[in-house]
Each structure stands twice: as structure tokens, then as C-alpha cells.
T-cell receptor, first 112, second 113 residues
Framework: SQQGEEDPQALSIQEGENATMNCSYKTSINNLQWYRQNSGRGLVHLILIRSNEREKHSGRLRVTLDTSKKSSSLLITASRAADTASYFCATDERGGAQKLVFGQGTRLTINP | GAGVSQSPRYKVTKRGQDVALRCDPISGHVSLYWYRQALGQGPEFLTYFNYEAQQDKSGLPNDRFSAERPEGSISTLTIQRTEQRDSAMYRC???????????FGPGTRLTVT
């Protein structure tokens, strides 16, 4: 069963614009992680946000977490063609479970 | 330093054969995870280890699947009597702490004919 659900399933924007992707999950968590995957290749770890954090930044990435709504968002600012990829959120269930449960991902396309 | 490595990168096998997939985690990482990913989907958990101890194997589909990590480093995922439905990308990840970032390897693409 899937814990996280990304929204939208697909997003197409112009280069230079900002892209926002959302993730909702069902249970209480320890952490939420975001990953990028280019064309079926490897999963690249982007950022981890802990359940007691509300916002985290890494370069052009900004992640927010709202545990009361069980949701997270990933913002990519000043998008580039190289940002074209699928983006997944993954959560671990509070209580010590280490396994990650992934959503189906958001397919982001950056048009030049 | 080197990332997570997996071998082979591609494996084609005939139905009924056994296969062994290898994962070499980042040096010093205590936890190792196996996932399976179907095309267009996110990875699905199979099993994980802390050091050499298998902590959770609830994601293994059936008893044809097994995994080991005997010395707390390299891990092998074995699939016996492969079936076509086993065809998928098998991904390994490792983390330096129990609830830390999980870093993924390139995966092994398994095709059962």
C-alpha cells in the first residue's frame, strides 16, 4: 500500500518558472524525504525533513512539512531544463519503522 | 566517496532459474534496504537490515525471495524459481543511521523470460 500521494501527477512549466509539488501521507511519521529520478534512472536523494521541522532549504529547493495536515510541498525555484524528472516523496512510519513508503511521483517537465 | 553499488546492472534469466542480486552499501553505513520498482511507480519496500540483522522482511512477496547480509556490509537478495512477474528494477539503499537519509544504488534490472 502507498503512504504518500503526490499532486499533481504531471506538471509542465517554462524554464525559469517555479515548480511546486505536493505530497500527502496517512500516518504519523519520523521523517519525510524527497527524491528525484531522471528517465527511469537512479533515485537521487534531495532532502530530508524531520517531523519536528516545518521548513528546510537546499539551494533552489524549499521543502515544507505540515504534520497536522499530513502534507509536504517541494518548491523548485528558477527551474532549469535539467530539473526535468520524476519527483517522489517517501515517509517512514513513526514508531521506529525505517522502511520508506513512496508515492507514485510527480512527473515534472521544464520546457526551454 | 563511492556510492551504493549493485551488480549485475542487468540480468536476463529464464523462468524457473534462481538469481542472486548483490548490493554493496556506502562504507560504514549501518542500515541496508531492498526495494523493487515497477515502471512508472515509486519503489516498494522489500526488506531491510541493521548491521547483519534482518529487521523487517514484511515486503518480500513470497518465500521464493530471501536476503542476507552476513557480515553487516554486502547484501544479497536471492530469488528462487523466478517467474515472469518478478521482472522489475531491484534497488538497494543504505543509510548511516537508523532513521537517516537513504541513498540508493543504480539498481539491477531483472528480466525473466
Amino acid at each position: 500500500s502507498q503512504q504518500g500521494e503526490e499532486d499533481p501527477q504531471a506538471l509542465s512549466i517554462q524554464e525559469g518558472e517555479n515548480a511546486t509539488m505536493n505530497c500527502s501521507y496517512k500516518t504519523s511519521i519520523n521523517n519525510l524525504q524527497w527524491y528525484r529520478q531522471n528517465s527511469g534512472r537512479g533515485l537521487v536523494h534531495l532532502i530530508l525533513i524531520r517531523s519536528n521541522e516545518r521548513e528546510k532549504h537546499s539551494g533552489r529547493l524549499r521543502v515544507t512539512l505540515d504534520t497536522s495536515k499530513k502534507s509536504s510541498s517541494l518548491l523548485i525555484t528558477a527551474s532549469r531544463a535539467a530539473d526535468t524528472a520524476s519527483y517522489f516523496c517517501a515517509t517512514d512510519e513513526r514508531g521506529g519503522a525505517q522502511k520508506l513508503v513512496f508515492g507514485q511521483g510527480t512527473r515534472l517537465t521544464i520546457n526551454p | 566517496g563511492a556510492g551504493v553499488s549493485q551488480s549485475p546492472r542487468y540480468k536476463v534469466t529464464k523462468r524457473g532459474q534462481d538469481v542472486a542480486l548483490r548490493c554493496d552499501p556506502i562504507s560504514g553505513h549501518v542500515s541496508l534496504y531492498w526495494y523493487r520498482q515497477a515502471l512508472g511507480q515509486g519503489p516498494e519496500f522489500l526488506t531491510y537490515f541493521n548491521y547483519e540483522a534482518q529487521q523487517d522482511k514484511s515486503g518480500l512477496p513470497n518465500d521464493r525471495f530471501s536476503a542476507e547480509r552476513p557480515e553487516g556490509s554486502i547484501s544479497t537478495l536471492t530469488i528462487q524459481r523466478t517467474e515472469q512477474r518478478d521482472s522489475a528494477m531491484y534497488r538497494c539503499a543504505s543509510s548511516s543511521t537508523f532513521l537517516g537519509e537513504q541513498y540508493f544504488g543504480p539498481g539491477t534490472r531483472l528480466t525473466v523470460t
